[in-house]
């Protein structure tokens, strides 16, 4: 580490700082001593008046301000605060406030750094909800905590055209769609409860009906339409056929699909206006409502890569299952009909029965 010298582009009272570590490396501890060497590494340029005369770090901070080059540097820094940008996929909040914080140690103002950071962003979310948390806060180092959280919470969004996963509350399974059509109602693509662990089937996006937005962001406002990810096949309900399982109305997969909406059922949500991951939703088509929890799937797309080999085998074993309900509605259909045959000819034979013994009681007469 190099002793720094003070040309007038850091602030002072960080600058005597370095100074200060720079010495206590070397065994330097006499303050004195330190600030002797301070006095000798400001730069020729920068004249001190009775530089000789200052015998504490305070009167030279005091000093070093006073001078025109530090009302360069604060300029220079209020600059670099207009233009800041934060760009999440350049640098994470953490770096992005530190450096902030270093550029403006003084401005005391707190508004006038709430407005730098909200121009700092550029992402609709962050603003309106920035602006909303920081209202009547007055603390910088509040405002910072809060620039952060409406940062991640921003993560959490669900955006059109990212895949999702929608978790039914009450199971804990998956709805998932695959390339079998149904046997019997509309024969389009199935729709059902898959697995616990979601699954390639389940993966889902949703696209937005109104192609006038200036934003991607998911909203409980929004009508949408829920594409399966596999299949490229849009969610369907069908009021004029029922599931084969369930005996409800048949949901399924299809080219054109339905119009649904989001709608908030967590209390702990509020009112809330963006769709975030983990949100306790239910999709509303028309009267029909599927209560699910939605999960954003950006951190298990890995897992989804490893299990979508096994498509070809779930199909094969949802065929198989469709043989085996086949079998087992024929076998059923074979043995009622086999029953109704035997009481019939039973009902036939004690009809003769009956028939032969009244013959034989009339001649038993005669």
Same mark, same amino acid.
């Given at each position: %580490?190099?002793?720094?010298?003070?040309?007038?582009?850091?602030?002072?009272?960080?600058?005597?700082?370095?100074?200060?570590?720079?010495?206590? /490396?070397?065994?330097?501890?006499?303050?004195?001593?330190?600030? &002797?060497?301070?006095?000798?590494?400001?730069?020729?340029?920068?004249?001190?008046?009775?530089?000789?005369?200052?015998?504490?770090?305070?009167?030279?901070?005091?000093?070093?301000?006073?001078?025109?080059?530090?009302?360069?540097?604060?300029?220079?820094? &209020?600059?670099?605060?207009?233009?800041?940008?934060?760009?999440?996929?350049?640098?994470?909040?953490?770096?992005? @406030? #530190?450096? *902030?914080?270093?550029?403006?140690?003084?401005?005391?103002?707190?508004?006038?750094?709430?407005? %730098?950071?909200?121009?700092?962003?550029?992402?609709?979310?962050?603003?309106?909800?920035?602006?909303?948390?920081?209202? $009547?806060?007055?603390?910088?180092?509040?405002?910072?905590?809060?620039?952060?959280?409406?940062?991640?919470?921003?993560?959490?969004?669900?955006?059109?055209?990212? =895949?999702?996963?929608?978790?039914?509350?009450?199971?804990?399974?998956?709805?998932?769609?695959?390339?079998?059509?149904?046997?019997?109602?509309?024969?389009?693509?199935?729709?059902?409860? $898959?697995?616990?662990?979601?699954?390639?089937? #389940? @993966?889902?996006?949703?696209?937005? +009906?109104?192609?006038?937005?200036?934003?991607?962001?998911?909203?409980?406002?929004?009508?949408?339409?829920?594409?399966?990810?596999?299949?490229?096949?849009?969610?369907?309900?069908?009021?004029?056929?029922?599931?084969?399982?369930?005996?409800?109305?048949?949901?399924?997969?299809?080219?054109?699909?339905?119009? @649904?909406?989001?709608?908030?059922?967590?209390?702990?949500?509020?009112? #809330?206006?963006?769709? &975030?991951?983990?949100?306790?939703? +239910?999709?509303?088509?028309?009267?029909?409502?599927?209560?699910?929890?939605? =999960?954003? !799937?950006?951190?298990?797309?890995?897992? *989804?890569?490893? !299990?979508?080999?096994?498509?070809?085998?779930?199909?094969?074993? %949802?065929?198989?299952? /469709?043989? @085996?309900?086949?079998?087992?509605?024929?076998?059923?259909?074979?043995?009622?009909? =086999?029953?109704?045959?035997?009481?019939?000819? /039973?009902?036939? $034979?004690?009809? &003769?029965?009956?028939?032969?013994?009244?013959?034989?009681?009339?001649?038993?007469?005669?």
């Amino acid at each position: %580490m190099d002793l720094p010298k003070y040309t007038g582009t850091i602030h002072p009272e960080e600058w005597v700082k370095q100074v200060q570590i720079y010495c206590y /490396l070397k065994g330097i501890e006499s303050e004195g001593k330190i600030i &002797k060497f301070s006095k000798l590494m400001i730069d020729y340029t920068i004249i001190i008046p009775n530089v000789n005369e200052i015998n504490s770090f305070e009167e030279l901070i005091k000093a070093l301000k006073l001078h025109s080059t530090f009302s360069i540097y604060k300029n220079s820094c &209020k600059r670099k605060l207009q233009l800041i940008k934060y760009i999440p996929e350049q640098e994470d909040v953490a770096t992005f @406030l #530190a450096n *902030f914080r270093s550029l403006c140690m003084e401005i005391s103002d707190h508004k006038e750094i709430i407005t %730098m950071l909200i121009n700092s962003y550029s992402n609709y979310f962050f603003k309106g909800e920035f602006i909303k948390r920081v209202e $009547g806060i007055n603390s910088v180092d509040e405002i910072f905590k809060i620039f952060s959280e409406v940062v991640f919470d921003e993560l959490k969004i669900i955006k059109f055209g990212s =895949s999702i996963a929608l978790k039914h509350v009450a199971t804990g399974k998956y709805l998932s769609s695959w390339n079998v059509n149904y046997p019997t109602g509309s024969k389009q693509r199935v729709v059902f409860a $898959g697995e616990k662990l979601s699954n390639g089937n #389940a @993966l889902w996006y949703a696209t937005c +009906t109104t192609t006038n937005r200036n934003y991607q962001n998911c909203t409980y406002d929004d009508r949408f339409y829920l594409t399966h990810k596999v299949t490229g096949k849009k969610l369907c309900m069908s009021i004029n056929y029922k599931s084969p399982t369930t005996r409800h109305a048949e949901v399924s997969c299809r080219n054109e699909g339905d119009s @649904l909406n989001w709608i908030n059922i967590n209390p702990t949500n509020g009112y #809330a206006t963006y769709v &975030k991951a983990r949100d306790v939703i +239910t999709l509303k088509y028309n009267d029909y409502i599927f209560v699910v929890m939605i =999960s954003h !799937l950006q951190l298990e797309i890995k897992l *989804f890569k490893k !299990l979508l080999p096994m498509k070809k085998e779930l199909v094969e074993m %949802m065929s198989g299952k /469709l043989k @085996l309900f086949k079998m087992i509605k024929n076998l059923f259909l074979f043995i009622i009909a =086999s029953f109704i045959a035997i009481k019939f000819t /039973l009902s036939i $034979g004690l009809k &003769k029965f009956m028939n032969s013994k009244v013959n034989m009681d009339e001649r038993s007469f005669l």
